[in-house]
Structure formats: C-alpha cells, structure tokens
C-alpha cells in the first residue's frame, strides 16, 4: 500500500505539473501579468543565440553557464516548453531523491513518503520549475551527490559536483564537509558514511569527544588533518578536473564574456530589485554610486565565518551541514531573490524526520 500510495503521489505532482504549465500558456497569452519566469525568457533566448551559433551572451542579463543555455536548445526546433517540462521533470527527480535518501537513512516508509510530500506539494517549489527556472536540476544534482557519497560512489560524485559548481557556483560552499566525511573514520569502503544517521547517538568528533570545543588544539589539529586523505584527494582532483575542464572549454567558446557574466559577476553583485537581503537598503541608498571592489568582496566575511563555524560544528551528518550551510548562505548575502530560497528547501525534507515538526 506505501508503495502504491509513493507511486500516486508521484503521478498527481506529474499531472499538477504538466496543468500548471498549460495554465501558464492560458495566463501569458491572456492576462497581463505573466505566469513564466522571466528568467524562462532569458534561458531561451540564449538558448536561440546558440543555436544559431552565436554566443549565448549577446543576450542581456544572461549570467548563466552555457550549458544551461545547451539544455533549452530544443525549444528552439522542438517547442518553447521544453525547458519546463525539462525543469519539472527535475523537480520530480527531487522528490524521488529524497525519498531514495531517506530510505538508505532507515526513515520509515510512511515519513519517507511525508517528507516527500513538503518538496513535491510546495506551492513555492511547484510553482519554480513549472514558470521555467532552472534551480530544480542543481537541486537534484545536489541530491544526487549525496546519495552517491551514501553508496559509496566516489568517482562518481566528484564528478557532479564539478559538474554543479561549474553550473551555479554556490556549492562550492560543501567542498569542505565532503572532504571531511570522506575520512576513512567516518567513511568506510562499502558502508554508509557517519551521515547515515545522527538522531540516535551523538556525533563524535576525531579526538573522540562527544563535544566540539573550539579552543581545543587537538581537536582542531586532528580536524585539519583529516582533510588530506587518499578519498578526499581522489574527489578533490575529479571533481576540480570536471569544473575547469568544463570552465576552460566555455572560456575557449565564449571568451571573457563567459568568465565576466557566469562567474566574476556574482562575486561583485549588487542588485536593488526583488532583493530580499539584508543589504538591501544599502545597495538601494547608493545604488547610484560605484562601489569599490574592497566593498562589494567584504560581504563576504560573514558568510565566511559563518560557514567555518557550521561545518566545525555539523560536517559528520552531511544533509544537516548542507541545510544549515545553504540556510545561513542565502541569509547573509548580498542579494536573494525567490528562487535561492530553492536551494534549502530541497535539503529541508532531508533532516524533518529527526525534528519536532509535525507532518501529520
């Protein structure tokens, strides 16, 4: 019966998804307002450009890797919804992965199938893939490395996230956790890494304590040290391989306009509009005026030291580190929009079965 009642689930978000886009064709073409993400617009004219052969950044505002721009290339012979369904379809994968994740973390069937149910049923999260924002592939791609990293898949984790950080650069931010729980300590050939389960036992840390302690020396020696293993080197060379090799084949295509609207943009943004960061009023203050690059790199800090303190703290469980890092990411920079509040929900389902919400 669970599994009839995870296979329906998973057919009723297929059939409100494919609705949702329908309706959004109704509501472009008769109302004002329209229900298709700008970015939508941008992806596919992108997309146009490089199938004509040209470059996809001769398109305003298109700050993205091209191999975004690669995926939507049939809407420019197939049909223009393509990428939707293409986005939708990840959307799903999401909630499969979660489920898959939960499974492999001993999660009962039923709270498996709830958690589920927080991603797949999210007005929000429904809403993104179907208006045609791409976030629903990095969020399963993300997934999808973690559940390799579970099996015991190393080769082949690394190279998604190459793959991923290439694509969006903000998972750049679980390089170090990954490394750590590769530790041969927390990771052993043919078993599940120490992210299998953190509900029952209390996280030990490689000096055998059940407390972290930032002032003690040998905890922070033996927690450096863990970094450089042989797995961790091994996904460390992968996955660096993937990015740049993927980086310096954009770079030969497209030339400085790939590196100065994909990647150097985001480091020095300052945007005024739909921002709901807490620079907000500052940007909007002096958005008239130029900001030095010692200004724009400073925000930064925050974030930093934020993140340090997160992954001192909760590497060994993984997912958990992975929310609370994209969590407090999103909160200090210097711009959110919408769709970033995305890249924690999907991590959410995830770390609910081990919290005091109540699904049912």
Known sequence: MDKINFRFLLIISAILRVFLILYGEWQDTHMEVRYTDVDYLVFSDAAALMASGKSPYERSTYRYSPLIAALLLPNSFL?????????????????????????LRGVPEKLCTSSMMVWLFNPFTFTIGTRGNCEPIVCAVILWIILCLMNDQLVQAAFWYGLVVHMRIYPIIYALPITLVLHPLHFQSGKKPALVDWSSRKLMSLNGSSKLRFTDLQYIRNFLTSIFTWRGLVFGLVSGSIFFILT??????????????????????????????IYFYHIYLHYEQEFSSLEKLISFLPQFI???????????????CFFVQTLTFVAFNKVITAQYFVWFFCLLPLILPWSNMKLT
């Open 248 to 277: 310096g084949l954009c770079f030969y295509f497209y030339g400085w306009d790939f590196l100065d609207e994909a990647l150097l943009y985001h480091l020095t943004r300052t945007d005024p509009r739909h921002n709901f960061s």
């Open 306 to 320: 934020v993140q340090l303190a997160l992954i001192f703290r909760f590497a060994y469980d993984l997912p958990f």
């Open 79 to 103: 049909h223009h919804m393509w990428g939707k369904f293409l986005f939708s379809a990840s959307d799903l994968l999401v909630g499969l992965l979660i489920h898959t994740i939960l499974k």
